[in-house]
């Protein structure tokens, strides 16, 4: 089956204390991305990936880190988490070469920083 | 950057009745106009697309109007029923700008039996 698999769905953490959240794919997507989901924010984007070893800023990046050394995994990177970066986070994934560039989400990550 | 704005942020409607959510969008050059439907806790889900060629697009209860020179699109739903009851979400997307997503705020959408 076609997805895109984050892990964990849900995390509690204490400020300060590096986490990462996973996210892999097996489309053979080329493009990867990360957002953060906020109430009255809409979906926001973190950082992106357009293919491996390339990633770039997307619209709020401070205090996250990325990496795509593999073409399916996009692992998100938090080296000292903030009770500010709580929040609902998806990674995304899409083809360019698709006759549709929509994206696949994955399911979601909650975090809690306390 | 791109811009996407989404009216209304909350939409009520009875059973049966027609829903409709507009969008407008800032980059002439986005040429691919996702809208996703986002139910409680999950992830939000493509419903229906519309590319930058194309004026109109129709599925089954669900529709996507655009209008390229004005720059805003249009999802409507016919025949609502409970299930529709989500948040809906409008999208951009500029190949120009590396396939960058651009997001509306979002609609939630209420139907009343």
């Known amino acids: 089956e076609a997805q895109v698999t984050q892990n964990p769905r849900y995390l509690i953490t204490v400020t300060g204390k590096k986490l990462t959240v996973t996210c892999s794919q097996n489309?053979?997507?080329?493009?990867m991305s990360w957002y953060r989901q906020d109430p009255g924010l809409g979906l926001r984007q973190i950082y992106y990936?357009?293919?491996?070893?390339?990633?770039d800023k997307g619209d709020v990046p401070e205090g996250y880190k990325v990496s795509r050394k593999e073409k399916r995994n996009f692992p998100l990177i938090l080296e000292s988490p903030s009770p500010n970066q709580t929040s609902l986070y998806f990674c995304?994934?899409?083809?360019?070469?698709?006759?549709?560039?929509?994206?696949?989400f994955g399911s979601g990550t909650r975090l809690t920083v306390v | 950057g791109e811009n996407v704005e989404q009216h209304p942020s909350t939409l009520s409607v009875q059973e049966g009745d027609s829903a409709v959510i507009k969008c407008t969008y800032s980059?002439?050059?986005?040429?691919?106009f996702p809208w996703y439907k986002q139910e409680l806790g999950k992830r939000p889900q493509l419903i229906i697309d519309?590319?930058?060629?194309?004026g109109e697009k129709k599925d089954q209860r669900i529709a996507v109007t655009l209008n390229k020179t004005a720059k805003h699109f249009s999802l409507h739903i016919t025949e609502t029923q409970p299930e529709d009851s989500a948040v809906y979400f409008c999208a951009a997307l500029s190949w120009a700008a590396g396939n960058k997503l651009t997001f509306g705020g979002g609609t939630r959408v209420l139907v009343k039996p």
């Open positions: 489309m053979n997507h080329e493009y």
């Open positions: 995304a994934s899409s083809s360019f070469r698709e006759s549709n560039y929509g994206y696949t």
């Open positions: 980059d002439s050059a986005s040429n691919y």
């Open positions: 990936s357009m293919n491996v070893e390339v990633t």
């Open positions: 519309i590319r930058s060629n194309v």
